[in-house]
């Protein structure tokens, strides 16, 4: 954080004037003009006048104001003046009261001399609002000479010039109102043009609005994002929060506790994913079946939906159209079709299989919902429509793994090469993104498109950032081996990664953090897939070989103090270890 003034000259009337420094006695001995007493004028004038006041430094003059602008925003105007005059400081520059009062009071012809440095900017803000309150006065022509005497000369901001003439054809003032999004004449107008002057002051003439609640907030922020279980909604308002506390989240409040286990499959399960509205979570096992289940977003809890059947070699990858509304599902190497339910009905819409030669293995939607990527580690790369028919085809690219990006345009795919490439359907040219040493079993990317989580062979979980192209941080813990396993990012902001592992847990990392915060332990046999649902971030789902699907939450309520020991619960890192695993915020 940058001091307020730090490295310039601060004018002698606009800083802090100790009474010591400035020669002058910072004990009157006379009554406050409010009435208040202050305590110098009580004390004995042997004794407290041959004492020097404590010379105030550079950050307790700062804080000494930003105290005095909150107490003058909270209407504490007496309190302000006592706590200036016994600390010898000066709230802000005589002009910059003067500036305030002007402004406040309508005054535009007095504004600007009272600061002569006014920018541009400045200047065609006060004369805006000076133009805006004569029209909705009915002045039109003393608003036509602003305009043309005072606004256009400055030639700032021609286009906004262009659009307040328009406003000389209002009919009336609610019309100005509306048209200018304009609160009127009068207090809260001023006010809100007061505070975008002020950015324009030095801290030294006139403090930014309410600073000292822009720090407060600073700091809540900073601890929040520090924090290492915290997965709510940030609050950007300090009234949710005790400033007399620092922040911290119970890792009791983390989903690190099993809620359900679904045993419904009869056979390893190789996937799950939950639908992008988070009523949904398909899981796709080795039985032949995918299984729809409802989420009950009060309770949390899962119950069986539908099951689908026929997929004859299993079922290894799910993907859910953008709208829900259908669900793709893939197999094994071996497999050479792909299935779309239509989930509203739970009827095949389409079985597609261009050749028995081909492997289906992977999917993405496009983001119009009417296309759909799929491809193999046999050659195959196609694009299609919801009834199966081939739109495009990329010849000898073995694909591992898809992703589609918000664009529309560009597809990601990871191949046999150890690399994720960029393949764009429209010119056919193709790029090359990501190359890691070692094979890429699977990858997702973030939701804003920036990040791509990859789970590469004997290495576990990577993050790179794509638009850099750089590899961003490896997570530790996590066993990986040549099985696919899915790892993906959760959680509020996705702030947090989850990944299976070949040693039956699950690994939880804080994203910036190398060093998982959590083990969870339940599984018996290897963990296939993660998936946190993106509605409630407080709920994660894992698919094992072991036939089960388990349902992680936080610590249920009635049993809070035992949950840690009765749910298998490792936390693997403290606050300290991950601080220090820690790089810089992405």
């Not at 190359?435 to 079993?441: A, G, K, R, S, V």
Request: charged residues 20%.
């Amino acid at each position: 954080m940058q001091a307020n003034g730090a490295g310039q000259n601060r004018d002698s009337e606009v800083s802090c004037r100790n009474g010591a420094q400035n020669g002058e006695s910072s004990s009157a001995g006379a009554a406050h003009s409010n009435g208040v007493v202050s305590p110098a004028a009580n004390s004995s004038n042997g004794s407290s006048e041959g004492k020097k006041k404590k010379r105030l430094s550079q950050s307790e003059e700062d804080v000494i104001r930003l105290i005095g602008q909150h107490l003058h925003g909270l209407g504490l105007n007496q309190t302000v003046d006592l706590l200036m005059q016994e600390s010898g400081c000066r709230l802000e520059h005589p002009s910059a009261t003067k500036f305030r009062n002007h402004v406040m009071e309508g005054e535009w012809d007095k504004v600007q001399p009272t600061y002569l440095q006014c920018t541009s900017r400045m200047k065609f803000l006060l004369l805006q609002q000076k133009y805006l309150e004569y029209l909705e006065d009915g002045k039109v022509l003393e608003a036509l000479q602003v305009l043309r005497a005072e606004l256009t000369p400055l030639k700032f901001n021609t286009e906004r010039i262009h659009i307040l003439s328009g406003y000389l054809m209002c009919s009336h003032a609610e019309d100005l109102r509306v048209k200018a999004e304009w609160e009127g004449k009068g207090t809260a107008s001023r006010t809100k043009l007061l505070d975008k002057l002020q950015t324009y002051l030095p801290p030294s003439v006139m403090l930014p609005p309410r600073r000292l609640q822009t720090l407060l907030k600073q700091a809540v922020e900073l601890q929040r994002e520090r924090c290492l279980y915290h997965n709510t909604k940030l609050d950007s308002g300090l009234d949710s929060v005790s400033l007399l506390l620092d922040h911290t989240c119970s890792r009791k409040q983390f989903p690190c506790y099993t809620q359900q286990i679904l045993t419904e499959h009869c056979n390893e399960v190789w996937f799950c994913k939950f639908s992008h509205n988070g009523t949904k979570l398909a899981t796709g096992s080795k039985d032949t079946t995918v299984i729809v289940w409802h989420v009950d977003m009060e309770t949390q809890q899962l119950k069986l939906m539908r099951t689908l059947e026929g997929h004859a070699y299993g079922v290894s990858y799910l993907a859910w159209s953008p709208d829900d509304a259908y669900l793709i599902a893939c197999g094994p190497d071996d497999c050479s079709e792909l299935w779309l339910w239509n989930i509203q009905t739970g009827e095949l819409r389409t079985k597609m299989s261009q050749s028995h030669e081909d492997s289906l293995t992977s999917v993405a939607w496009n983001p119009d919902g009417k296309r759909f990527v799929t491809g193999g580690q046999r050659g195959q790369f196609y694009q299609c429509d919801l009834d199966g028919n081939l739109l495009d085809s990329w010849e000898g690219v073995r694909v591992q793994c898809l992703w589609c990006l918000s664009d529309g345009r560009n597809v990601l795919a990871s191949d046999t090469h150890q690399r994720i490439r960029g393949y764009s359907f429209e010119d056919l040219t193709d790029r090359n993104i990501v190359q890691e040493d070692h094979p890429i079993m699977s990858f997702t990317v973030s939701k804003n498109g920036r990040l791509a989580l990859l789970n590469v062979a004997t290495q576990g979980v990577h993050l790179w950032d794509l638009q850099d192209r750089v590899l961003v941080r490896k997570y530790q813990g996590v066993t990986q081996g040549f099985y696919t396993i899915h790892s993906c990012l959760g959680g509020h902001n996705e702030d947090f990664i989850a990944s299976g592992s070949e040693d039956h847990k699950v690994y939880i990392w804080h994203r910036r953090s190398e060093l998982p915060i959590a083990e969870l332990t339940g599984h018996t046999r290897t963990v296939n897939c993660v998936s946190w649902n993106p509605v409630l971030p407080g709920l994660l789902a894992s698919a094992s070989d072991d036939g089960t699907v388990r349902i992680w939450g936080p610590a249920p309520f009635l049993d809070v103090q035992n949950a840690e020991g009765l749910n298998g619960m490792n936390m693997s890192t403290d606050v300290n270890d991950f601080l220090k695993s820690c790089g810089p915020h992405l």
